[in-house]
């Protein structure tokens, strides 16, 4: 018989369970007795200590200098510092300070003195953040004069020449000075902002900002709309309950950074990002398709050189197709901002090879479409074209069958004009 060998089982680590949610509440601190206010403050400072990192406290130790007139002036010094040099019991005296904890409870101080083996009196907690913040000021003056040394050593070398890229960037940095700027004045007026206070797509163009400058800009302010769509959308318990335990942190911490903005609010200020969003996007669209085609097509040119049409419109944030895709194309969607019109083209004749036949497809004459099914093409008057129109976008050829039918108006013949007031939305070939 085989002797058996009992493998032992591999025990599961022991994870602690985060508390970052149960920050203490000090409202009615100062009331305490002595005994009550030292419990509290010896578990909100082991709170900190066990919750949070010195990245936490080192936000925590700059919110607090911002608010004080004595070190306010040292923010942007002590910002050199790294993480590692805010130790717990600064950052946590630092936060429970700007939460309205007192900075000294007579009742505690004697309880202090009744205590057996206390040794000295009890201060003011500001004379302890003061001591060592004096501390984190020399190192930060260090670190600045070894930064100025590096820079002037650096400045002695022969200067590299920027890249393309870094031109780009930094040209995109002063065209959105002025969006910050207005971005920036929701702080004071947050639910009275008017999102559309400023004229972006006309900035835009004042600056000469190109499809390149537009993405570089559109990525310096993804970040914060992320953030704010996920505190405007927050997600309900059924849904953070299936979250792990990361995510449902993330989104905590979301809810806790923005709490002292009202829900309105936030709503404008993502609205006014989104509307930043749009223009940025029509330049990109715009740039598509004026973009000169690497091989050039005479007969095509030639064909739109005189029609007339809206190559973008900022107040529903349009930006035309190039107009040459319309020849030979199956059908064309057009949108008339001042009539409010959106309209589809049908071809008479269609090209199922697609292989540009002549005769087949739509076509262009002077300023008019022709080829086009008279009896077929139609357009409607479309309510909220805001909400509408970026469905046609993206849409497919089901869902481009059904829009016009679902659209509660009256059928119009279209008559093949186009005009400087219609944007070409968009061709199917």
Sequence with gaps: MGIGIKIPKKKKPVRRVSNKGGEPNYEGAADLTGEQYGRLRTSAMDFYRMEFKPSDFKL???????????????????????????????????????????????????????????????????????????????????????????AEIEAKKEKKKPTIQERIYAQACLMSEEIDIWLDSWCETQEKFDKKGMDIGKHLRKVGCTQAHARKIKDFYIGEIEELDNVVNFPSKAQLAKMNEYDQETYQQYKEAYSCYSTKALKIKLEAFRNLMGS??????????????????????????????????????????????????????????????????????????????????????????????????????????????????????????????????????????????????????
């Excluded at 993480?83 to 717990?88: G, L, N, Q």
Aim: charged share 35%.
């Design 60 to 150: 925590w130790v700059l919110a607090y200098c911002k608010e004080s007139t004595k070190w306010k002036d040292k923010v942007d010094v002590l910002k050199k510092l790294p993480d590692h040099e805010f130790r717990s019991s600064l950052g946590g005296s630092c936060r429970m300070a700007t939460k309205g904890f007192p900075d000294f409870h007579e009742g505690y101080a004697k309880h202090w003195l009744g205590l057996a083996g206390t040794m000295g009196e009890i201060k003011p907690t500001s004379d302890f953040i003061n001591k060592y913040l004096k501390e984190l000021e020399v190192k930060a003056d260090e670190v600045v004069s070894d930064l100025k040394e590096k």
């Design 280 to 429: 940025l996007e029509v330049v990109v669209e715009t740039a598509k398709a004026t973009r000169k085609p690497r091989k050039r097509i005479i007969n095509k040119e030639k064909l739109v050189a005189k029609l007339k049409y809206a190559k973008q419109d900022d107040k529903f944030n349009l930006a035309s197709i190039n107009p040459q895709e319309i020849i030979y194309a199956s059908e064309l969607w057009v949108f008339n901002v001042k009539t409010r019109k959106i309209g589809r083209y049908l071809a008479q004749n269609l090209d199922p090879m697609r292989q540009g036949r002549e005769g087949s497809g739509l076509s262009v004459k002077g300023t008019t479409i022709i080829g086009f099914n008279e009896e077929k093409s139609i357009q409607k008057t479309i309510r909220k074209p805001e909400e509408k129109l970026p469905e046609i976008k993206g849409a497919g050829t089901r869902k481009l069958n059904k829009f016009l039918d679902e659209i509660n108006a009256v059928d119009i013949k279209l008559n093949g004009r186009i005009n400087p007031d219609t944007v070409l939305l968009k061709v199917v070939q």
